[in-house]
């Protein structure tokens, strides 16, 4: 009994092994090449079950998804002869398993040679743009250019390269503090230039806005002096015409404003009461013919 059981076990796991040695599995996130004795055979993409031939065949599997390397900071030197600290980082995929196998054989190998390429375009393209360009103006259109380059370069290797893009992009540390000294007398002289220009705008403004302010101090004490020549012809003529009218109570009227405005309270005067000033005060002389 134990014999037959010891047979049992062995025949299921033989058949298990000869399952596992002929069948293969292929995710679908996978694809894979059949290899024997070294040379590749058969490219399987589909995902499933399939047979290779047992002990002469193995398979190398491939990732078909979207895959990411980062490489380690290198140092650029730009246009301008500023050093960059540059990280970077790829995405991409693996377009011809057949192709890429033959070519760099895995992923170790493959990594290897984006780091070379891409570094190389990253050093070409930034060597021919300013340091300003780099971190603000240019860097998308940089980027692009880089990605394009990058992936003529690699399609010999069965790969795609999807995207390319920095990390970061700093200044050494040992020429961090010079840059900045650049920056701030730069800014500075901006500033100086700004403000001198402002300032010339406002004497400017302000020359203008006297000037105008002369003009129409000077127009309305033009207009203020005909409008009062005006008004005293008007009233010489008002008083004329009233003299006009009625001479002797006119006469009155303005000896009497005389009295209020010359013998207020308190104020004494010695005149003569036969002048002319006090004619109305005197009593009216008698008529001729009466005693």
């Known amino acids: 009994m134990n014999r037959a059981w010891v047979a049992l076990l062995g025949l299921v796991g033989g058949l298990v092994l000869l399952w596992n040695l002929v069948f ?6 996978k694809q894979a090449i059949v290899v024997q004795l070294g040379d590749p055979v058969r490219i399987v993409q589909e995902p499933g079950l399939h047979a290779r031939i047992p ?31 540059v990280d970077n980082y790829t995405r991409w995929r693996i377009t011809d398993p057949l192709q890429f196998f033959r070519a760099v054989r895995d992923e170790a190998g493959a ?14 393209n930034f060597g021919r743009q300013t340091l300003l360009e ?3 103006t240019k860097r998308a259109q940089l980027m692009e250019e880089i990605t394009r380059k990058s992936n003529e370069q690699v399609k010999p290797y069965g790969i795609e390269i999807v995207d390319v ?29 700004f403000r001198a220009e402002g300032e010339e705008e406002a004497r400017r403004i302000r020359s203008g806005a006297d000037k105008d302010a002369t003009v129409l101090l000077a127009e ?20 004329a015409e009233a003299y006009g009218r009625d001479p002797e109570l006119f006469d009155l009227t303005r000896t009497l404003e005389a009295y209020r405005k010359s013998l207020p309270d308190g104020t004494t005067m010695v005149l003569s009461p036969e002048g002319d000033f006090f004619r109305f005060l005197n009593p009216p002389a008698a008529p001729r013919g009466r005693p």
Do not use: C, H
């Open 111 to 124: 990594q290897s040679r984006l780091d070379d390429i891409i570094y190389s375009n990253l050093r070409e």
């Open 165 to 193: 893009r920095t990390k970061r992009a700093d200044l050494p540390a040992k020429n961090e503090q010079n840059v900045f000294s650049r920056m701030r007398t730069e800014r500075e002289r901006q500033a100086k230039k």
């Open 24 to 29: 293969f599995t292929v995710p679908q996130w």
């Open 134 to 136: 780099i971190v603000s």
């Open 220 to 239: 309305s004490g033009k207009q203020a002096q005909i409008q009062r020549g005006e008004g005293d012809a008007e009233a010489v003529r008002i008083y």
């Open 55 to 85: 002990f002469l065949q193995n398979v190398v599997y491939f990732d078909r998804r979207l895959l990411d390397y980062e490489a380690s900071s290198k140092e650029l030197l730009t246009k301008d002869k500023q050093q960059l600290l």
